[in-house]
Nanobody, 128 residues
Framework: QVQLAESGGGSVQTGGSLRLSCAAS????????MGWFRQAPGKEREGVAI????????NYADSVVGRFTISRDNAENTVYLQMNSLKPEDTGMYYC?????????????????????WGQGTQVTVSS
């Protein structure tokens, strides 16, 4: 029902910037809530940022507040993650995820549960 494709990853030095893109297609209902997650080698997948496509509401992990910005295009078919002031600890595989939004639900929770659709990921490497 939903297909996601990430792009924009690469290698940068500490303090550099990257912009990730997630092209989304399929059921609008199942991608009303979009998120970016990352996973470093040997570590668990962690939530980075989420956005509600309709309302534009966002939430971020404490580690990226003030440095990363999640946004969507006017057609709501693409979600971006602007990453500034990158640090080596930002290194990892970045995944785009999508899921529905339920009235009264905790949409802001940055965990994989509730995101039923995932992209293949794009690698981000930040050198010191």
């Amino acid at each position: 029902q939903v297909q996601l494709a990430e792009s924009g990853g690469g290698s940068v030095q500490t303090g550099g910037s990257l912009r990730l893109s997630c092209a989304a297609s399929g059921s609008r209902y199942n991608r009303n809530r979009m998120g970016w997650f990352r996973q470093a080698p040997g570590k668990e997948r962690e939530g980075v940022a989420i956005i509600l496509l309709g309302a534009g509401s966002t939430n971020y992990a404490d580690s990226v507040v003030g440095r990363f910005t999640i946004s969507r295009d006017n057609a709501e078919n693409t979600v971006y993650l602007q990453m500034n002031s990158l640090k080596p600890e930002d290194t990892g595989m970045y995944y785009c995820a999508a899921g529905p939004v339920f009235a009264g639900g905790t949409w802001y929770r940055l965990d994989p549960q509730g995101f039923g659709y995932w992209g293949q990921g794009t690698q981000v490497t930040v050198s010191s």
